[in-house]
């Protein structure tokens, strides 16, 4: 499947999963593979907290827009500065500010549970209806407090029954509920926990909230290193090489420990499959300690290899 095709079937690609499987990594990873393709990509992140501007070696982003790299723009969104928007969108402009300092949506974010997660993705719909990009990325938060965050449009049309708040959550949930428009993707580690948390989340979104999920993205995947039987003593000998004490035994617990790790990754997403029946996309175990653009571009090779391999799936 074509990279460019794949990814502009849905408008909005909203990245999901458990804190510390790499969620973000593949928001920039997805951008950067949409950018390659030709396509404006806007990332948006939730008040600031994910770090994104980070992985592009930019400054913390704004509630305005910035450029991250070609073709990539970035933003973050905020309950307060989108309450801001949706105020002077409708001829509050004089009330907007004060509303805002005095404190006023702390009180009406307790009284109805879910407006600071309505008025984000009010935003997120806003942009989707202007056609600021060709694909919006959002790294929505992590794992549990997503499904709250995505039902927060169904919950409030089950709680405010008329009015502007009910208008905006309908909208917002038609959006959500619509393929064409938007597609959950959730990312893993290939580990038992966050396996078993990723599947909890997937059944929970479809029938809880009813979006449409595209492949699973499994990070940090170990690649299986052939040799790893080989013992190092013969191969020293071999080559003519001379190993130092205890050098043999440092490579054999390496290599055991090499080899049982890619098999247990083997089983979790074998694991996967079988509850889950949706593709998936691998990347890459980095042996670094940090992440940049070169590690980056990496991801994005592995991201785009992952989506040529795809063949029935209709989009991200």
């Known amino acids: 499947m074509e990279t460019a095709e794949f990814l502009a079937a849905s408008r909005l690609v909203i990245v999901a999963g458990k804190g510390g499987v790499g969620k973000t990594t593949v928001s920039a990873t997805l951008a950067m593979a949409a950018a390659r393709s030709g396509l404006a990509v806007q990332l948006l992140e939730i008040e600031g907290k994910s770090g994104l501007s980070s992985l592009f070696g930019r400054e913390a982003l704004a509630y305005d827009d910035a450029e991250l790299a070609p073709g990539i723009r970035g933003r973050t969104i905020t309950p307060d500065e989108a309450l801001l928007d949706y105020l002077k969108a409708h001829g509050l402009s004089r009330v907007s500010k004060r509303l805002v300092s005095s404190g006023a949506l702390e009180i009406v974010a307790t009284a109805a549970p879910g407006i ?41 049309l089950d709680t405010v029954g008329v009015g502007p708040i ?53 990070n940090g995947v170990v690649a299986e290193l052939p040799g790893l039987d080989t013992d190092p003593e013969a191969a020293a000998e071999a080559g003519g090489v001379s190993l130092r004490p205890g050098e043999a035994e440092s490579m054999r617990a390496a290599a ?27 990347l890459p175990f980095l042996f670094g300690p940090d992440l940049g653009s070169a590690e980056l571009g990496t991801l994005t090779d592995a991201f785009t290899a992952g989506i040529t391999a795809l063949e029935t799936v209709s989009g991200p």
């Open 166 to 218: 009910n208008a905006q959550a309908r909208d917002v949930l038609e959006l959500l509920t619509d393929p064409a428009r938007c597609q959950v993707m959730l990312v893993t580690l290939p580990e038992e926990t966050p396996v078993n948390e990723l599947i909890d989340t997937a059944y929970h979104l479809e029938d809880r909230v009813g979006v449409s999920l595209g492949p699973v993205v499994v």
């Open 256 to 282: 055991a420990f090499r080899a049982e790790r890619r098999e247990l990754q083997v089983e979790q997403v074998a694991r996967l499959s079988s509850a889950l029946p949706l593709p998936q996309i691998h």
């Open 116 to 156: 600071r997660d309505i008025l984000v993705l009010g935003k997120v719909k806003q942009l989707e209806q202007e056609r600021s990009a060709d694909l919006l990325v959002l790294d929505a938060p992590a794992a549990g407090h997503a499904i709250t965050f995505l039902l927060a449009a169904r919950a409030l």
